[in-house]
């Protein structure tokens, strides 16, 4: 609610004017704490300290010496280079820090090496000493080393130590600018280690100062499903922090309240609300780079904060910001200089606020509530136009156990503003619409299968809760991340048994733009939304028989395509217009652009309209079909439109094993893809079972959830066909296709030219076809290392080979790149 009241409420009620205030009072907080907290970071003369490098250290049991634990000790790996060719200039250096061991003070001591990039991993110094700084390491897979005896310390060793309260901290590096210089690095010197002493020192004396007290997060912890902290004695949500870090942040809290008083005498309240939100929202940037969570990637060098990951995971090396010049501002600026950017999107004008066009609407009606999805109180019946919800899904994300670790400092800057909003203790765990195992620990039960269980029941409520809401001729999206054909069953079954029509879907790829092209994996991260009504309250039962063919008809049946883009089921309309055709629904689909495993996602909305139409379907014996079967069956109809479409021709001759592999390459566009999909697709052709994928023809390798096309020789390496024309076997066309690849590979043109005549693939129509067919659907990719080798060897095969050349169509975006291949030639 709070970011959302960021996000919308704000920029519409105050406008980009509020910019201003916002900017005035960060500044202020900024000021206000570079007084209070500069003594406890002091600089050396002409350096400004920006950030502190900490490890975690253990007491080694067999030596007695504190070693600090580190999986890497690089610091910076920035290469910055100006010029081209061999004019060009490193100008900046690469950072590490060395542990010099030092038994005889039972400690590691550190020595920066400051150096040039030398091979990938090391630094080469001006002396020519060269670096690695991850063979020094201390610690690996929670295993720590000793680099004074070398002894091994258990994670069991780790764990104990810190549980009862020896896990301490060492600063082993320092970064810092000169004026405005570049980000430079040494070894703490004994004004660094005064700073922490202090800081230290204070807090051990606000021991009893009951204001201060109320400012630290001190609740207990909550053993949770996504915590990796609480085996390391991190109890306390003030655990989190080191002492300096802890001091930084509560005294932010303390100055963010002070402003939220003198505010009052300038603003009305509503402003003083917005205002303190948006300094919240920097405090809790603060707070998730400047944590024992954080981690510093070295590449730049910047902090990545906890929030990176899905986890809460305690980091062995960690950084600290400068509380006192940087972190505030730094984040500030990371975040709240975008408020401006917020309503530009609404299209809010400066001394103006409210959507414009449609100023009637008062902006300050805007509400945001919170109350659970499953129990909307405050909501009267029919009465909601739309309804928007992107649901969690089963265990991916815990949401609200991460919540806590912002929760917990929000609660301390805006407890007062938003009572409503942070009267517990911590976030509600019990309510949360996520399968929690940490929850149905001790219950007899396998703790997934029962947060399964109350998942799957908390949807349920929650979608019955939007149908009570929604006006009748209301719509609701519904956004779905795909992940496995499973769940979309649940999701559908649960829609359905609301009491909604799922009228379409619409697939949307969230992939990286960057990763698109690759070609090397696909990893259908595709969002899908799906857009329900509700269904007609008298709606009958019908037959799964009855259904079927009316479900493959409403994906290739032909509408009407109107001149205004629009389209109708025949036979109800009749052509009005000449221009008009005649198209189908997938046809149309792929009008507007949507593609490959997109094509299926899209399609399951006007299959799951047909299915969720009526009350119940029931099987010729009497039994319920899931919306399971509608899926399987829009699969089978898109798989058979597809290859027809590829093909051209008639598709008869076609071994299912061949049609699936052209299938994969025209779905995914990548080698890699999800094993569950790859199982889909099977099931879609038909003739073969999954497993005969990997066993059998040794088409792909699987593991772990996912499933890889062979190459042509890793296949043959694995003797799935043979090259030797006498045992070639052409079963399955893809074999032919691989075989003739693999020949190439190893010995050119003319030995393929023999194995064609010899085994008569030279005169076989299907197999030319098959070509074509893989031709079209393997992506082509310019780049000469990233490209796939069945498409570079096929189009080599093709120039050289009249026998194919003749037979065997290229495509436009191919002609296209063969016609730049033999530009370059010239
Ligand atoms: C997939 S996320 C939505 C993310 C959102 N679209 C965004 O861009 O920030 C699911 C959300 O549902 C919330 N949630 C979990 N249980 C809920 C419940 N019982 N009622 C309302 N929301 C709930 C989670 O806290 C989480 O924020």
């Avoid at 948006?278 to 904060?305: Q, S």
């Avoid at 991460?402 to 400092?409: A, E, G």
């Avoid at 079967?629 to 290859?643: D, S």
Wanted: hydrophobic letters at 35%; a negative charge.
């Amino acid at each position: 609610v709070v970011t959302m009241k960021a996000a919308m409420e704000y920029p519409l009620k105050f406008g980009p004017d509020l910019q201003e205030d916002i900017d005035k009072w960060v500044q202020w907080v900024g000021d206000e704490a570079e007084k209070r907290l500069a003594e406890f970071f002091p600089s050396l003369p002409g350096e400004t300290v920006q950030n502190y490098l900490w490890a975690h250290t253990v007491v080694c049991p067999n030596c007695q010496s504190v070693v600090p634990l580190s999986p890497n000790w690089w610091l910076s790996k920035t290469s910055n280079y100006a010029g081209k060719g061999k004019e060009r200039k490193v100008t900046s250096d690469w950072y590490a820090v060395k542990p010099i061991p030092n038994p005889e003070q039972k400690r590691v001591d550190f020595e920066l090496i400051k150096g040039k990039k030398g091979k990938p991993t090391t630094i080469i110094t001006d002396t020519g000493e060269e670096y690695d700084p991850d063979t020094t390491t201390t610690i690996g897979r929670g295993v720590g080393k000793c680099p004074n005896c070398g002894n091994v310390i258990d994670d069991e060793v780790i764990k104990s130590q810190a549980q009862t309260g020896n896990f301490g901290h060492k600063l082993y590096a320092v970064a810092y600018k000169k004026g405005k210089g570049s980000l430079e690095f040494r070894i703490p010197e004994s004004i660094d280690f005064d700073g922490i002493d202090k800081a230290e020192n204070y807090i051990k004396n606000k021991k009893l100062d009951f204001d201060w007290n109320r400012l630290l997060p001190s609740e207990e912890r909550f053993d949770g499903y996504s915590d990796r902290c609480i085996a390391y004695g991190l109890n306390k949500n003030s655990d989190y922090f080191n002492p300096r870090q802890l001091l930084t942040l509560v005294t932010y809290v303390e100055i963010i309240n002070e402003a939220k008083v003198l505010m009052q005498a300038e603003y009305e309240w509503e402003k003083v609300e917005a205002i303190i939100t948006y300094l919240a929202l920097v405090l809790d940037r603060c707070v998730d780079v400047n944590c024992r969570l954080a981690h510093v990637n070295t590449m730049g060098p910047k902090i990545e904060g906890a929030s990176g990951q899905h986890a809460l995971n305690l980091i062995w090396n960690y950084p600290e910001v400068n509380g006192s010049s940087r972190l505030w501002l730094w984040c500030a600026e990371k975040s709240i200089s975008d408020y401006i950017k917020l309503c530009e999107l609404f299209g809010t004008k400066p001394h103006s606020t409210g959507l414009p066009g449609i100023e009637k609407y008062d902006p300050k009606t805007i509400q945001i509530n919170s109350a659970s999805a499953d129990s909307l109180y405050h909501i009267t019946d029919n009465s909601v136009d739309a309804i928007i919800t992107d649901p969690p899904y089963y265990a991916t994300i815990q949401y609200a156990e991460l919540s806590d670790f912002f929760y917990v400092w929000q609660k301390r800057t805006l407890g007062d503003i938003f009572p409503d909003l942070f009267f517990n203790e911590l976030t509600d765990k019990d309510r949360e619409a996520v399968a929690n195992p940490s929850r149905f620990r001790n219950m007899g039960e396998n703790p997934e299968k029962l947060a399964n269980q109350d998942y799957e029941a908390k949807m349920a409520l929650a979608f019955g809760e939007y149908y009570r809401v929604l006006r009748p001729d209301g719509v609701m999206t519904v956004q779905f991340n795909h992940k496995e054909s499973g769940a979309w069953d649940v999701l559908a079954k649960s829609l359905i048994d609301a009491g909604f029509e799922i009228t379409a879907s619409w697939a949307v790829s969230t992939e990286n733009p960057q990763n698109l092209h690759q070609a090397q994996k696909n990893s259908v991260s595709s969002t899908v939304l799906l857009v329900c009504r509700k269904r007609d309250p008298n709606a009958s039962q019908a037959w799964w028989d009855d259904l079927r063919t009316e479900l493959t008809e409403a994906l290739i049946g032909k509408t009407i395509k109107r001149s205004d883009g629009k389209y109708y089921p025949l036979p109800t309309q009749k052509k009005s217009q000449e221009d008009e055709e005649y198209i189908s629904k997938l046809e149309w689909l792929e009008e507007n652009g949507i593609e490959g495993i997109n094509l299926y996602l899209s399609a399951f909305g006007p299959a799951l309209n047909v299915f969720s139409r009526y009350q119940t379907i029931l099987d010729s014996s009497g039994e319920e079909v899931r919306p399971e079967k509608a899926f399987q069956e829009t699969r089978k109809a898109i798989a058979n439109y597809r290859f027809r479409k590829l093909v051209e021709t008639d598709t008869s001759g076609f071994d299912p094993l061949t049609q699936w592999y052209l299938l994969a390459w025209d779905a995914f566009g990548a080698r890699e893809f999800p094993f569950d999909e790859a199982r889909q697709l099977a099931l879609a052709v038909g003739g073969f079972n999954v497993s005969d994928l990997v066993k059998t023809s040794k088409l792909i390798d699987s593991a772990s959830g996912t499933c890889k096309l062979l190459t042509p020789q890793q296949r043959l390496k694995k003797r799935a066909f043979s090259v030797n024309p006498s045992e070639f076997s052409l079963t399955y066309l893809v074999d032919g296709l691989h075989a003739i690849i693999a020949i190439y590979e190893e010995e050119g043109v003319t030995p393929v030219r023999r194995f064609m005549e010899v085994t008569g693939l030279v005169s076989n129509d299907l197999f030319m076809r098959t070509i074509e067919v893989a031709l079209k659907v393997i992506p082509c990719i310019k780049d000469e290392k990233k490209c796939l080798i069945e498409q570079k060897v096929l189009l080599d095969l093709w120039l050289a080979m009249d026998e194919i050349k003749g037979k065997v169509k290229i495509y436009d975006q191919l002609e296209l790149q063969l016609g730049q291949l033999s530009l370059n030639f010239e």
